[in-house]
């Protein structure tokens, strides 16, 4: 009756007092939900009346990507302060408040996302091609029945879903092939792999050894110019010089800020420049995030590279100093230790190289190619980061055990001082002995004595300092740093146990796998995380 039908509609004026737009049509739709089928079908027409200004905001928006909401009435917000180059996270967003309650939080995710791939394609990658956009789909003549039938229930099935889903699916695709054809994101990705992430061993190698005199010495002495001299060399000089010039272009050095004491190893890192369309990929968080995972790998690589060098020293002097029986078991000392820490490495290179980085890699590569717009994409590469950050302990969680390991690193560095002044000393020692010998013969061929009471009073006199002040002092560091060394280990092998990650604590099975360490392990849910070593 009108008296009924005028009470609803008093209800309903009362209830959108102070109300506007997208908020008004929610407010309209709840009136709807009637049991008298007359009054229902007035609200309908209202509902349906108070729509046509959202389907000319949606219209505008999906097509052109225009945004024309002076009094803040669309469920889509635009923030004009922010630049063009941070346009994809931050200028547009939903304003919730005016999304109309039968709009799906998933439709109206998509409804952004078009109208901010069309912006992002025009001012970032400065691409204007007619999409075709009003022919790919009718949204334009089924809005009003959308709106209808989304009020009885009809979300996957309604006409503006389906529009919807059609200019989606047309937009996105444009923009990732513009992205990976035009502006070669798939190749930036993967120099940041190669490069930042150390994939690229035989440039990483070189680079090393052409760096290694220039990082030993005091970081405040180091010029950007000549590390970016030998960087270009570093280049030429592998399959590196084979790839884009773009790419090369983008490859610099950048020396990190230093303190007191550190010397070129602790501040060198690589940087790659990123700018236009994939800066949103990578953009500056991202950028330290690359960084600080390349200093953790190159500390780790240095390590590696240090044992390495040591190694083949010691297995040199092993032939040429073999006539000295007295260095036989401060020699065998170093050996052992350094096989040691080269199994440390060895195991933890394996573990950051394939069970973190080439597993994460795999994973992304996937979801990148099985990505359907930007946003997956950029998805797929935060969850990369945020994998190789957890699992190369620099996360909060890890904390504890980055600080061990670092310890251990500095065992490795002293230990490689101590060995090279042992090296040293030895050499030293066997030229002195060499000349000795010499000379001897020397004097014997002209036939006088082979060596006078003073040069043998000398000679004895330098040996015993070398048997028994020198090596015992040698003897003694190796000592300390050994038991250093195994404390290190066996405190971040405990660490490793209580990890609530599995990779690292099998890590700490492969690090121990001979149950060198007595370590207790830790009673789990599934059990004991690993078998417990009898402490002896």
């Given at each position: 009756e009108p008296l009924h039908r005028l009470k609803y509609l008093a209800a309903l004026i009362s209830s959108c007092e102070d109300v506007k737009g997208g908020a008004l049509a929610g407010v309209v739709h709840r009136f709807t939900r009637?049991?008298?089928?007359?009054?229902?079908?007035?609200?309908?027409?209202?509902?349906?009346?108070?729509?046509?200004?959202?389907?000319?905001?949606?219209?505008?928006?999906?097509?052109?990507?225009e945004l024309e909401d002076r009094y803040q009435e669309f469920f889509i917000a635009e923030d004009p302060s922010v630049p063009d180059k941070s346009m994809w996270a931050n200028k547009y967003s939903l304003r919730k408040s005016m999304l109309p309650p039968f709009l799906p939080i998933n439709l109206a995710e998509k409804i952004l996302l078009i109208g901010k791939s069309i912006n992002f394609l025009r001012r970032v990658c400065d691409d204007r091609t007619e999409l075709g956009l009003r022919q790919a789909s009718q949204t334009?003549?089924?809005?009003?029945?959308?709106?209808?039938?989304?009020?009885?229930?009809?979300?996957?099935?309604?006409g503006l879903h389906l529009a919807v889903q059609e200019?989606?699916?047309?937009?996105?695709?444009?923009?990732?092939?513009?992205?990976?054809?035009?502006?070669?994101?798939?190749?930036?990705?993967?120099?940041?792999r190669r490069y930042l992430l150390l994939g690229q061993g035989d440039f990483i190698r070189h680079l090393m050894d052409l760096l290694n005199e220039d990082l030993a010495r005091p970081a405040k002495t180091l010029f950007l110019h000549n590390l970016t001299g030998t960087l270009d060399s570093a280049v030429r000089a592998t399959n590196a010089q084979f790839d884009d010039p773009d790419i090369l272009l983008r490859l610099d050095v950048r020396l990190l800020e230093c303190s007191e004491g550190d010397v070129g190893w602790d501040v060198f890192s690589l940087n790659y420049h990123v700018d236009g369309p994939i800066s949103t990929v990578f953009?500056?968080?991202?950028?330290?995030?690359?960084?600080?995972?390349?200093?953790?790998?190159?500390?780790?690589?240095?390590?590696?590279?240090?044992?390495?060098?040591?190694?083949?020293?010691?297995?040199?002097?092993?032939?040429?100093?073999?006539?000295?029986?007295?260095?036989?078991?401060?020699f065998h000392m170093a050996h052992i230790?350094?096989?040691?820490?080269?199994?440390?490495?060895?195991?933890?290179?394996?573990y950051i190289t394939f069970e973190v980085l080439e597993c994460a890699w795999a994973d992304l590569e996937k979801r990148v190619e099985s990505s359907k717009d930007l946003d997956e994409i950029i998805g797929a590469h935060v969850s990369f980061m945020s994998d190789v950050t957890k699992r190369c302990l620099l996360d909060e969680q890890s904390a504890p055990l980055l600080t061990q390991l670092r310890a251990i690193f500095k065992v490795i560095v002293d230990f490689e001082a101590v060995d090279d002044e042992l090296q040293s000393a030895?050499?030293?020692?066997?030229?002195?002995?060499?000349?000795?010998?010499?000379?001897?013969?020397?004097?014997?061929?002209?036939?006088?004595?082979?060596?006078n009471v003073a040069d043998s009073v000398v000679s004895q006199q330098r040996r015993d300092t070398f048997t028994q002040e020198t090596l015992p002092k040698f003897r003694s560091q190796l000592s300390r740093l050994t038991q250093s060394y195994e404390n290190m280990v066996r405190e971040f092998l405990a660490l490793l146990t209580k990890h609530t990650d599995v990779s690292l604590r099998f890590l700490s099975f492969r690090?121990?796998?001979?149950?060198?360490?007595?370590?207790?392990?830790?009673?789990?849910?599934?059990?004991y995380a690993g078998r417990q070593t009898p402490l002896s």
């Open positions: 009637t049991g008298d089928p007359d009054v229902a079908a007035l609200m309908r027409f209202l509902l349906i009346q108070v729509s046509l200004p959202l389907r000319q905001f949606l219209d505008s928006w999906i097509y052109e990507g334009a003549d089924k809005i009003t029945e959308a709106t209808v039938e989304l009020t009885e229930g009809d979300v996957v099935g309604g200019v989606y699916n047309v937009v996105s695709r444009h923009l990732l092939d513009v992205l990976h054809k035009r502006y070669m994101f798939a190749e930036h990705l993967k120099a940041m953009d500056e968080e991202a950028i330290l995030q690359y960084l600080r995972i390349f200093n953790f790998l190159w500390r780790a690589k240095r390590m590696e590279y240090i044992l390495s060098a040591m190694w083949k020293l010691q297995m040199s002097n092993h032939r040429q100093l073999g006539s000295m029986k007295e260095l036989a078991p401060i230790l350094t096989q040691r820490m080269m199994h440390f490495m060895h195991q933890m290179q394996y030895a050499e030293a020692e066997m030229d002195a002995r060499r000349y000795e010998g010499m000379m001897n013969e020397k004097r014997s061929r002209k036939g006088t004595w082979g060596a690090l121990n796998f001979s149950e060198y360490y007595p370590i207790k392990m830790p009673r789990t849910s599934l059990g």
